[in-house]
């Protein structure tokens, strides 16, 4: 009996003996495993029996000033750097707007000729193509801007039959045919304004019509005539405003009953003959007859001064007369 509860005690004792090895063993493995302890991010807080880890900051997100992708999914490189806002602002200086630019004033219309013979109102803002009111009677006239070749022919017949014509002269034509001009005026007969140069009317400023007025006027004056106050527009180029502003220059616009068309010379297929039929063709109370002093360049013929012999002795044969363009004037 005593035997057994010795072996029984022998036998607690070694299992106890086991058991504290065991024990032993299971401590060193749990203090060989477990991992050293995290810093702040990775700390355990103790609430019982569960733990919780503070999360850290998702890798994905940008930290504080790192450049945003744009729309197309690139980043640039460099983040932009971003300037210091002074404390206050740079005072810049203004900037002078630049001073405007004012119109060139035109120059002034040359005045009214002076002295000038007046015209009735009741013709204003006319370019007359026939003599108002006139009884059987044909006026007559020449224009003289190119050459004088017919010239001498013309005051001849006109001499001859006692008639009076009326000559409008360009002033480039005055100065060039003074002994010209002279002869009209020797001849009795009256004189108009063609302009200076002979240009399109339409197609000036105000200004422009009134030096080509006053600078014909002067040139026929020099040459020993008075244009004033009759004038004929060049190629017969006229409207309202253009009309207007040779009244206000004391002149009265004349254009034309029928164009004889002389000046087409025998190379523009006219003759003598077509000049005579195309004054009589118009015949009428008050009518003006358009004809040429030069000659046509390209033939040399001199139509209108070959055909007026013809033209007047059958203008007085259907019981016409002749009249210069004074009758205008009353």
Do not use: C
Not at 77 to 100: G, M, S, Y
Not at 227 to 253: C, K, M, Q
Request: proline content about 12%; overall charge negative.
């Amino acid at each position: 009996m005593g035997s057994i509860f010795s072996d029984q005690r022998r036998l607690a004792a070694v299992g106890a003996a086991v058991a504290l090895m065991a024990a032993g063993v299971v401590l060193a493995l749990i203090f060989a495993v477990r991992p050293p302890a995290a810093g702040p991010a990775a700390s355990a807080t103790a609430s019982g029996n569960a733990s919780t880890l503070t999360p850290s900051a998702p890798a994905s997100a940008a930290p504080s000033g790192s450049p945003t992708p744009d729309p197309g999914g690139s980043t640039p490189a460099e983040p932009v750097p971003v300037l210091p806002i002074p404390a206050e602002p740079v005072p810049v200086p203004p900037v002078q707007p630049p001073a405007p630019r004012l119109p060139e004033p035109e120059a002034p219309a040359p005045a009214p000729p002076a002295g000038g013979v007046p015209f009735p109102a009741a013709l204003a803002g006319r370019d007359l193509e026939v003599i108002p009111g006139a009884g059987p009677v044909v006026a007559l006239t020449f224009d003289a801007g190119g050459n004088s070749a017919g010239l001498s022919g013309i005051l001849q017949t006109l001499a001859a039959a006692g008639v009076r014509g009326t000559f409008f002269l360009t002033g480039s034509w005055a100065n060039s045919n003074r002994a010209g001009v002279a002869a009209i005026v020797d001849g009795g007969h009256r004189l108009g304004n063609h302009s200076m140069t002979h240009p399109g009317f339409t197609g000036l400023p105000d200004t422009a019509i009134g030096d080509q007025l006053i600078g014909a006027q002067q040139a026929i004056q020099a040459a020993g005539g008075d244009p004033r106050p009759l004038f004929r527009f060049p190629f017969g180029e006229r409207d309202a405003r253009t009309i207007a502003a040779v009244n206000s220059l004391g002149y009265l616009p004349v254009r034309w009953t029928v164009d004889t068309l002389g000046w087409k010379g025998t190379s523009g297929g006219i003759t003598a003959e077509i000049v005579a039929d195309r004054v009589l063709a118009q015949l009428q109370p008050g009518e003006i007859v358009l004809m040429h002093v030069g000659a046509n360049p390209n033939d040399g013929t001199t139509l209108d001064a070959d055909a007026l012999s013809q033209i007047i002795s059958r203008i007085q044969q259907a019981g016409y007369g002749f009249t210069a363009l004074d009758a205008l004037l009353g």
